[in-house]
């Protein structure tokens, strides 16, 4: 805490260095110039303390990996415009940056920088830009999706992206929407460089007026970069397939040319993980609920359901009165133990060598093994975070700091959230997380470490429209075996505004 305390003036002197300059903005009445919608703005200063050097699991989970892993201090400031322009088409843009301070050491970032244009359904962004979905208003490990939280880094690329279209002569009943994206990991890895494809498939049956029902399928793929030296085998750096044949391999999840690895050309090329998703939407009159089964894969067998159980599944209630003291309910129960059997492959029964003497194993799926890569193995991480689901938990830096995979895969979890309003005037959000981590197949932990995580947030009321600044209080902690016994607080002070431009002049917000 006497770090938090001392680290509290440096962050007032930033916040007051950080202040925003007033935007000269496009005329509304010039058709030249389009017309302004909106302009936000954001600035906020945090303070952070724990009975341990490190924060507890929910204060540091799913903040976009620009939080400090220490107790310290950060300030975020951002601006974001919107434009609305003739026939349906729209620009906006953001700018979102991250100064943390923690003893000995003080880092910037960018959170997000990104323009994005679109026509009606169909969009572009170009930039850094949030992919995570927060489908459940904060309160979710996953916030919807178990492969990208939110839990890191954003990716600097591009996505072209539709929202859902509805099939003409359906009269409404089916729709559809898709994604596709690249990207480039920029940070310190053991295959630096990499590429990152994306593309994604969704199908939405409206079987009643009240009910939806949503499947999905996204594909997220590492590929080219450059292979570390390693001894004898690789004695010099080796560069990975990245030309546009291998494009197109990448596209397909077809195996590898001969300029690939062997493992990459008798399986498919780079990095292939995803999830299929299965989703109910039921709209009642005073409450909306949503029921999804997020189901991982990392290769065939997970494609093939042969993973099953595995995956998060979330029961949520969202009641459409924002000011009752509960507004949202989530509960997911987590099981990723299975991972499509504990044998990837066997050897060959008597009558299989007769008949193929050369063929010395046969794979069956098995050991899928979330978030890690023989080939790319800091696996599915960014910049030291795990990129999907928080609770499979990465493997500390080596002493080049690069994070080679996760070191526990296999766990089950039950999560509640609950957001709402005291006496219907100060929102809040609590959190609950109790997990059975068991490690990884290849290396299991010596016993099962159990771990209760736990989180309770609420913000004060602004001081009036004149004064737009908020006040937000944290309390977090961890007990079990898994992490440190440790409790913690933040406090978040935020000053923010909007204004939006119309033909009658500005309003300011």
Do not use: C
Not at 209 to 219: G, M, N, Q, S, Y
């Amino acid at each position: 805490m006497k770090n938090l305390i001392t680290v509290l003036p440096l962050l007032a002197a930033q916040l007051f260095f950080m202040m925003p300059v007033p935007l000269h903005a496009a005329t509304p009445d010039d058709p030249a110039s389009g017309k302004v919608r909106e302009v936000d703005w954001s600035i906020s200063m945090y303070g952070f303390g724990a009975t341990e050097a490190s924060l507890p699991f929910w204060a540091e989970t799913n903040r976009h990996g620009i939080f400090p892993d220490a107790h310290g201090g950060l300030v975020t400031a951002g601006v974001s415009l919107d434009y609305s322009l003739p026939h349906s088409w729209y620009i906006d843009s953001k700018v979102s940056l991250a100064g943390s301070a923690v003893p000995g050491r003080f880092s910037g970032m960018a959170d997000e920088i990104y323009v994005g244009v679109g026509w009606k359904k169909l969009r572009l962004d170009l930039g850094m830009k949030d992919r995570s979905q927060n489908l459940f208003n904060g309160l979710s490990l996953t916030g919807g999706n178990m492969i990208v939280t939110g839990n890191s880094r954003n990716f600097p690329g591009y996505n072209l992206s539709t929202d859902f279209i509805n099939v003409p002569g359906t009269k409404g009943i089916f729709a559809f929407k898709a994604n596709f994206a690249d990207y480039k990991m920029l940070d310190n890895r053991y295959v630096k460089g990499a590429f990152l494809h994306n593309q994604s498939l969704s199908f939405k049956f409206a079987v009643h007026k009240r009910v939806d029902i949503i499947l999905a399928l996204e594909v997220w793929s590492q590929w080219s970069g450059t292979l570390p030296a390693n001894g004898a085998s690789r004695p010099e750096p080796v560069r990975q397939p990245g030309g546009f044949k291998d494009y197109l391999r990448i596209i397909f999840g077809s195996s590898g040319g001969s300029d690939a690895t062997t493992s990459d050309q008798i399986n498919a090329l780079g990095n292939h993980l995803g999830r299929e998703l299965i989703r109910l939407d039921w709209k009642a009159d005073d409450f909306t609920m949503i029921f999804q089964h997020d189901i991982p894969f990392e290769d065939g067998s997970g494609m093939g359901f042969q993973n099953f159980p595995d995956g998060v599944n979330t029961v949520s209630f969202s009641f459409r009165d924002r000011d009752r003291w509960i507004t949202d309910i989530v509960y997911e129960f987590v099981f990723t133990k299975w991972q499509s059997g504990k044998q990837h492959d066997r050897p060959p029964h008597e009558d299989e060598l007769i008949k193929n003497p050369d063929k010395k194993y046969y794979v069956i799926g098995g050991r899928d093994n979330y978030f890690n890569n023989g080939e790319y193995r800091s696996g599915w991480t960014y910049y030291g975070n795990t990129i999907g689901l928080p609770l499979i938990t990465p493997v500390a830096a080596d002493e080049n700091g690069i994070v080679l995979g996760v070191n526990n895969n296999r766990l089950t979890a039950h999560h509640v959230g609950i957001g709402g309003k005291i006496a219907r005037v100060l929102p809040y959000r609590l959190m609950a997380t109790y997990s059975r981590n068991f490690g990884t197949y290849s290396r299991p932990f010596d016993k099962r470490l159990n771990q209760l995580s736990l989180a309770l947030e609420t913000t004060l009321p602004r001081l009036g429209k004149r004064v737009p600044v908020s006040l937000t209080l944290g309390l977090y902690g961890d007990i079990g075996q898994l992490y440190s016994d440790n409790f913690g607080l933040s406090l978040r002070l935020s000053y923010s505004g909007k204004h939006i431009w119309t033909g009658a002049g500005t309003v300011g917000k």
